[in-house]
């Protein structure tokens, strides 16, 4: 079998070394570099001075990152090229070393988000990025930083024995701290890297367990937690929330978020079964709060969407007003619903629910989508995609489509039907322009449907969040929905979809109507002003906001931000 080659990154840094080796050579022996040879850097963009003032101040010294022969090697360099270097010559400000190794790239948007907040807020020091990923590159330049490009794990496996990777590793960032006057490193990264001895360590994660779990049919948890620093979420019931309590030290912080509180009593089969449930989880919920955790309740739905037990519900909900420490509403209607409750100041936080983007790594054109399911390309489609519960009115849609002009548009109800419905009593000319696929989709296979609508529609009898929106608007597709105040919220009549009178009986027919009559370039224009909106809703802001909240909310129990450089 053949040996494995080097990549080009190790081979990189083995001339590296042979060159350190060569200059320490000639500082024994007194010759200095007098040719003025620099260690290579990577190509830099400007530092963007004008954004973040020097502090005045001395130099910070090097001695806690360099021994005495990296000091005098370091003197024996030029400096290497770069934007990190020039502000160093003009403004003495502290270098931190921030290591973003294995991020993905969805969670590197967030690290260097906070990063950059941080530097606004301070303006004490200058970050220099470590990365093991090419790929990090752009969007650690695009904000002027400097980034030093490190071996992958899989490269220095790859090549054993042909020379001492690791160590190269090891005397490449002790090197750097001293070229670049590092006075701490800091690890924001998922692989262990040999840093020196001023790293500090990433501070302590606020601990967070979710209730309910709904990542199998939902990206949004997944979503929300991906884009929240120094939040580490994991699933777990109220049972959890308190073993984690207990085996945690008390200066750690545990937090209890609870979503779709109607899980708490799901299971139950009639109002008293649904009674002890709530009890119970009470009586847990105040022994979690009682040894220091904090409960964060992110209101999804004002009433649930199969609302079994009212009155069981709303005594937990008055339960959870009295115990929360934070509440998360998504729009401006919920936040008034909950205000009347009494919940009011810092209790509430106001973010509403975030894209999708990120989700898909491609996302299929219209018509190749058409064509994989087998529809006519230039028929106008109107889609229902995802569970269809009763409380999304489903059997409307097909009411106002049966009286549509035939031969003009096609329907398409993709998702799991709770309960089947009935279109085997509608006309067989209605029936032929109907495609059902009643099933669980994949978020692929989502993505594929929604892409195939000319617009989605949500018929929705009440609501008071709907992800449904904001996946439309993330895949380019205008919607079709009532008045209702969540959706009145997002949807811009004629602008990003079209708003319909959900108490006028025809109204949703009319809408349809109104969809019909648009031409090519008008869904074009409905299309991409729906995407414009989805942008605003970016999970990384939304994140790092409801993650500060909840940081605060902990705040006597958490250590401080590692990014602060040393007064000097």
């Known amino acids: 079998m053949p040996a494995a080659t080097p990549s080009r990154t190790a081979l990189e840094l083995e001339r590296q070394e042979r060159l350190i080796r060569r200059l320490r050579r000639r500082l024994a022996e007194g010759q200095g570099n007098e040719g003025g040879q620099a260690i290579p850097a ?87 990025l470590l990365t093991d990923d090419p790929e990090h590159l752009p969007a650690i330049r695009k904000r002027g930083w400097t980034a030093e490009l490190l071996p992958r794990e899989e490269e220095l496996d790859a090549c054993p024995g042909a020379f001492p990777v690791r160590s190269l590793l090891r005397s490449r960032l002790r090197l750097l701290a001293a070229q670049w006057r590092v006075v701490r490193f800091v690890d924001r990264g998922r692989r262990p890297l040999p840093l020196p001895e001023t790293v500090v360590p990433r501070p302590a994660a606020v601990r967070l367990l979710y209730f309910k779990d709904y990542g199998r049919y939902n990206p949004y948890q997944r979503l929300l937690y991906a884009a929240m620093p120094g939040i580490a979420a994991e699933p777990g019931d109220i049972d959890a929330a308190l073993a984690l309590r207990a085996a945690m030290p008390p200066d750690l912080p545990v937090v209890f978020h609870l979503h779709w509180e109607e899980a708490v009593y799901a299971a139950a089969a009639s109002a008293g079964d649904a009674e002890r449930l709530r009890q119970a989880f009470l009586e847990r919920l105040d022994a979690f709060l009682a040894a220091g955790g904090q409960l964060v309740w992110t209101v999804h739905n004002l009433v649930p969407h199969e609302n079994r037990f009212p009155a069981v519900h709303g005594r937990l909900v008055e339960g959870l007003v009295a115990r929360a420490g934070l509440v998360h509403v998504h729009n401006r209607f919920s936040a008034r619903r909950m205000r009347a409750r009494g919940v009011t100041g810092d209790r509430l936080l106001l973010l509403p629910h975030g894209n999708y983007d990120g989700l898909w790594t491609t996302v299929p054109d219209p018509d190749e989508a058409r064509a994989t399911l087998g529809l006519p390309g ?29 031969n003009v548009a096609r329907l398409l109800l993709a998702g799991r039907q709770f309960p089947p419905l009935a279109i085997e009593r509608l006309p067989a000319a209605v029936r032929e322009e109907i495609l059902a696929v009643d099933r669980f989709l994949g978020e692929d296979e989502v993505a594929l449907a929604v892409r195939a609508c000319d617009f989605l529609v949500l018929p929705y009898r009440r609501t008071t969040t709907s992800g449904a929106v904001l996946l439309a608007f993330s895949l380019g597709v205008p919607v079709i929905a009532p008045d209702l105040p969540a959706f009145a919220e997002l949807v811009e009549d004629g602008g990003n979809g079209i708003l319909y009178p959900r108490r006028r009986r025809d109204g949703l027919r009319d809408a349809l109507l109104a969809a019909l009559a648009t031409s090519p370039a008008e869904r074009r224009t409905l299309g991409a002003a729906a995407r414009d909106t989805a942008r605003r809703y970016d999970h990384g802001w939304i994140g790092r906001r409801l993650a500060a909240a909840i940081r605060e909310l902990a705040r006597p129990a958490t250590v401080p931000e590692a990014f602060s450089a040393p007064s000097a």
Do not use: H, M, W
């Open 378 to 406: 230039r028929t106008t489609l109107f889609g229902l995609v995802g569970a269809i519960r009763t409380y999304k009115g489903a059997p409307a849609l097909l009411s106002a489509f049966a009286e549509l002009p035939r």
């Open 42 to 128: 990577l190509p830099l963009a400007p530092f963007r001075r004008s954004r973040y003032e020097p502090v005045p101040g001395p130099a910070p010294a090097t001695e806690a990152v360099a021994g005495a022969d990296d000091r005098e090697l370091v003197k024996a360099l030029t400096v290497a090229p770069g934007a990190l270097c020039r502000s160093l010559a003009g403004a003495p400000l502290p270098v931190i070393a921030i290591s973003v190794c294995g991020l993905p790239t969805i969670r590197l948007e967030t690290e260097l988000a906070e990063i950059e907040e941080q530097q606004t807020v301070s303006r004490n020091f200058l970050p220099l």
